[in-house]
């Protein structure tokens, strides 16, 4: 009897592993898969990226780059699930070595505490790999605010869209999704964001996440400052520039309290982005808040998932 359950929901107790398995034993990220790939899609785009080439050839050479390592890893994924035994706990591992949550709380959280601590220096070096703008003249509130942004938008892209996709499409659409956000986190190190270079992963990006990110953000505004949430989505999230985007830092700036966004610089050059909210800049303590605001989210969509597993099974 028990065998049969076991066996009739081996891919939805897989994916169960796969969540607690990130929260509570997450790999380390020195000798997580993730880092390997990040050089080698480096030293790809420095290969390709050439700055003095018209628009049309860097578009092209992104798009034939990216689908070319999309296309070499998912062949040999498809064929390893295709002969697994269990191609259900090879998806479960997929689902698990695609989430990224529980390192990203960590690490906020300590350099929340050093900058409390007016350690600003060792907190700029430890927020560095986290952004793609320079750290190195911000004050301790625009590391916060760095900060938090960074912690809210890495959450909703390496967790919960990722597990939407995962649900919705299974673990090679999850896969190709995470690939993706690999290959722009790579390019994006030392290229400018608004370079035509970039346009068409993030085009790309735009649309897998235009649903589950205003889902995440409709989640988060429902749960505190709901009318206050759907005033800053009016007036900031739809101008922002990038609407995914600033839907959930407007749901964030409402629900906290706190000022989000505004200008960042990139090698040196000054990016004017609106700034959302009218209120105070955030401080060490708001750190912990988001936090919790990004897990209550968490536990209501697993509350979700859970409940129409049920469902189906009644």
Known sequence: MLSNIVQNHLDFIAFII?????????LVSWYHPNTALNAVFSAIGKRIYKSKEPKSYQYLAATLASTLILSVILIIVVLLL??????????????????????IDKKALRIA???????????????????????????????????????????????????????????????????????????RGDIFPNSPFLKPLKVSLFIIEFIPMRLLALTIAASRASKQSMHYIKHYGRHFYQTNT???????????????????????????????????????NDVPVIINRLNQARVFWLLVIVSIEILKVI
Do not use: H
């Open 82 to 103: 295709e002969f697994a035994f269990y191609p259900e706990l090879l998806a479960g591992l997929i689902l698990y070595l695609c989430l990224e949550s529980k390192s």
């Open 246 to 284: 600033g839907w959930l830092l407007s749901t964030c700036s409402a629900s906290s309290g706190v000022q989000l966004g505004g200008p960042a610089v990139y090698f040196g050059t000054r990016f004017n982005k609106m700034r959302i909210g009218t209120d105070r800049l955030p401080t060490p």
């Open 113 to 187: 505490k050093l900058t409390k601590q007016n350690q600003k220096s060792t907190a700029r070096e430890l927020l560095k790999p986290l952004l793609a703008r320079e750290v190195s003249r911000l004050s301790s509130a625009g590391i916060i605010k760095a900060l938090i942004e960074s912690l809210i938008l890495r959450t909703a892209r390496y967790y919960f869209v990722v597990i939407f996709i995962f649900l919705a499409f299974g673990p090679i659409a999850a896969l190709a999704y995470r690939l993706l956000t690999l290959i722009l986190q790579a390019w």
């Open 18 to 26: 796969a969540l607690f398995a990130e929260r509570f034993i997450p």
